[in-house]
């Protein structure tokens, strides 16, 4: 069965990055994009991009762009979503999902807290 | 951007209720609109894509409609396992964009 399984909770600084991990099985890794999205704590959903896996292309939301980095690993079946400046209003939890044609299973999401 | 919003932000129903849920889009996204369902510290769930087409394993008291820029997601008998939030979300142009979420909560 499909399985995302992604890294654990971080705590970090302002000013400084976070590297989230996903690690995809029970599919073939290159066959879909993987979005990330985030939700804030009580809040709603908030999508920032996509990795294309097999060629490594992305596409980012204008919001994050220049904060933003999606790569992958097609190795270990792994992608990894790195934000760096991490300010307060970055606190969220953070989900790799699939994409095949429509955002069809999710990770079980990473809570990154972003506080001095 | 296309903005998405949903009514109510709020429901309250009963066991046995039917409920609809409205999403409607600032622009046409034709077809292009998924429903999805979350319970408090999970990841959402696919319920619905392009409008109206039933995620497998999903009950059939689940029903979406809808085109163009009005959307609407219904449950004919609500159950015990359905009081959650529920968030649209188009995937017709980038960046895609989700509701706000709309809370059923027992009556």
């Known amino acids: 069965q499909v399985q995302l399984v992604q890294s654990g909770a971080e705590l970090k600084k302002p000013g400084a990055s976070v590297k989230v991990s996903c690690k995809a099985s029970g599919y073939i890794f290159i066959d879909s994009y993987l979005h990330w999205v985030r939700q804030a704590p009580g809040q709603g959903l908030e999508w920032m991009g996509w990795?294309?896996?097999?060629?490594?292309?992305?596409n980012y939301a204008q919001k994050f762009q220049g904060r933003v980095t999606m790569t992958t690993d097609t190795s270990i079946s792994t992608a990894y979503m790195e934000l760096s400046r991490l300010r307060s209003n970055d606190t969220a939890v953070y989900y790799c999902?699939?994409?095949?044609?429509?955002?069809?299973?999710w990770g079980q999401g990473t809570l990154v807290t972003v506080s001095s | 951007d296309i903005q998405m919003t949903q009514s109510p932000s709020t429901l309250s129903a009963s066991v046995g209720d039917r409920v609809a849920i409205t999403c409607r889009a600032s622009q046409s996204i034709t077809n292009y609109l998924a429903w999805y369902q979350q319970k408090p510290g999970k990841a959402p769930n696919l319920l619905i894509y392009?409008?109206?087409s039933l995620d497998s394993g999903v009950p059939s008291r689940f029903s979406g409609s809808g085109s163009g820029t009005e959307f609407t997601l219904t449950i004919s008998s609500l159950q015990p396992d359905d009081f959650a939030t529920y968030y649209c979300?188009?995937?017709?142009?980038?960046?895609?964009?989700f509701g706000q979420g709309t809370k059923v909560e027992i009556k």
């Open positions: 990795i294309n896996p097999d060629s490594g292309g992305t």
């Open positions: 999902v699939r994409d095949v044609e429509v955002l069809d299973f």
């Open positions: 979300q188009q995937y017709n142009s980038y960046p895609w964009t």
């Open positions: 392009e409008a109206s």
